[in-house]
């Protein structure tokens, strides 16, 4: 009697491409601060112009902000009060600053901050109350109080260095004083 042994081989279909931005990706790279900042600061600028096109600027569109988020390694979050414990030191720091400079109709600009050890930045957009936004305010959850030019909240933006490391390009990278 003669066996027939049938022997079943699934060939998968690897994905050259893919494998091959992995290992980019798993590239051990030698940064400095200095780069890790102005990455930060150039991506930070990149997600603020985003959000900045959104309607009532971006307040409203979390699956945006998600989806930037996703893109930029980062956690975005909108802060209209800081009622939440979860907030850091410097996050609470600079948001009184924003309300300072609301306060006494000072320029609002976006700002970067290293947070503890470096291992975490913080880059923020404060939002001014504009006519859009205080007519559209209520459906936003925002104050019935708020005046124009007063301070409707900020995008807080935590990049982590090692994600914000892996996710730049070689190219971006060393295009980047040292």
């Known amino acids: ?9 699934e060939f998968k279909r690897l994905d050259a491409q ?3 931005q992995e290992m980019k990706s798993q590239q051990i790279r030698q940064v400095t601060a200095a780069q ?5 600061a150039q991506w930070g600028e990149k997600i603020a ?3 900045g096109k959104l309607p009532l600027h971006g307040i409203t569109s979390l699956p945006q902000a998600d989806s930037l988020a996703k893109t930029y390694g980062a956690r975005i979050r909108f802060v209209s ?3 939440d414990p979860s907030f ?3 996050t609470r720091e600079v ?4 309300r300072y400079n609301a306060t006494h109709r000072l320029p609002q600009e976006n ?3 290293k947070l503890g050890d470096g291992s975490e930045w913080l880059y923020t957009i404060p939002v001014t109350a504009d006519k859009p936004l205080l007519d559209a305010g209520k459906a936003a959850g925002l104050p019935a109080s708020l005046q124009e030019k007063d301070l409707a909240g900020v995008w807080t933006v935590y990049f982590n260095r090692k994600e914000l490391i892996r996710l730049v390009s070689p190219k971006e990278l060393d295009a980047l004083p040292r």
């Open 111 to 113: 700002n970067l901050q």
């Open 1 to 9: 009697m003669i066996g027939i042994l049938v022997i079943s081989c």
């Open 81 to 83: 009060n800081l009622a």
């Open 18 to 20: 893919r494998i091959q």
């Open 36 to 40: 890790v900042s102005a990455i930060a």
């Open 95 to 98: 948001f009184d600053a924003y």
């Open 88 to 90: 850091d030191v410097k």
């Open 49 to 51: 112009a985003e959000l």
